[in-house]
């Protein structure tokens, strides 16, 4: 019973995960259509790569026991194919300064897994070795995703405007925190539950804050009913002012 439940809510939660992953869509369109990165930030992406790279390594037969997380390896292994299009795309329409930044760190992301993958196939010869080394960076570094948006809060705070801080990314963030942690504690992995328990609260924190600051952008935003009803007003008074007449210009 234990074993079905915890298939249908990895199954669930690759249905959210999808969600999650593909949410930076929309972001990305926009980035498309300006042709410019504009203020928002790669490093969610970044970290998020990072992350799905690891949990696909970690969900495969060679690290874990057999297929006993296969709905882990399956939903990381679309979503890196996700993630490094964004980057691919940030990369191309980011300014030469942020391009040369993101770069270095795609680079430096690719070592780390690199090295990870070599140590633990080489270097350690039983799953729960694996799973420990794997599960253990695996973990930081999933925190981190979840706690990487959380980068644009300053700049949310000193503009009182959500613009950069992507909505859907922080819901599905939250979404698949609720999925993947009891997800975790059904199969007694820690790995894959703790970071989901930590990564909970910070979704959390990201809501509240849009929400505050959306309502504040909403108050703030004139109508475009009011400006023209403005415009309409001053034009009315220069049409309908009365023209002053100049009496020396009569004078003889």
């Known amino acids: 019973m234990e074993d079905k439940l915890k298939l249908a809510v990895g199954i669930a939660g690759n249905v959210i995960s999808v969600l999650l992953y593909a949410s930076p ?17 790669c490093i969610p992406y970044v970290v998020t790569l990072l992350t799905v790279e690891l949990y696909f390594w970690y969900g495969l037969p060679i690290v874990s026991n057999k297929w006993e997380n296969i709905t882990v390896a399956t939903i990381c292994g679309v979503a890196v194919l996700l993630q490094f299009s964004f980057v691919l795309i940030y990369i191309w329409f980011a300014s030469p300064k942020r391009k040369r930044m993101v770069i270095l760190m795609v680079v430096g992301v690719m070592m780390v897994v690199s090295i990870i993958i070599l140590v633990s196939t080489f270097a350690l010869h039983d ?19 979840y706690g ?12 009182k405007s959500v613009e950069f801080m992507p909505f859907y990314l922080s819901l599905f963030s939250f979404l698949n925190s609720s999925c993947w942690g009891p997800y975790g504690l059904l199969g007694h992995d820690l790995f894959i539950a703790l970071p989901n328990l930590l990564g909970w609260p910070l979704s959390v924190c990201q809501l509240v804050l849009y929400c505050i600051y959306r309502k504040q952008e909403i108050h703030q935003e004139p ?13 009315e008074n220069v049409l309908f002012q009365k023209p002053v007449i100049n009496k020396e210009s009569f004078s003889l």
């Not at 929309?26 to 928002?40: G, N």
């Not at 990487?148 to 503009?159: C, E, F, M």
């Open 25 to 41: 869509i929309l972001t990305f369109k926009r980035v498309i259509r300006k042709r410019s990165t504009e203020e928002f930030s």
């Open 127 to 145: 799953h729960h070795h694996r799973k420990l080394f794997v599960g253990s960076i695996g973990l930081v570094v999933a925190i981190g995703m």
């Open 148 to 159: 990487a948006p959380l980068v644009v809060v300053k700049q949310v705070i000193q503009t």
């Open 223 to 235: 109508s475009h009913d009011d400006t023209d009803l403005e415009k309409n007003i001053a034009k």
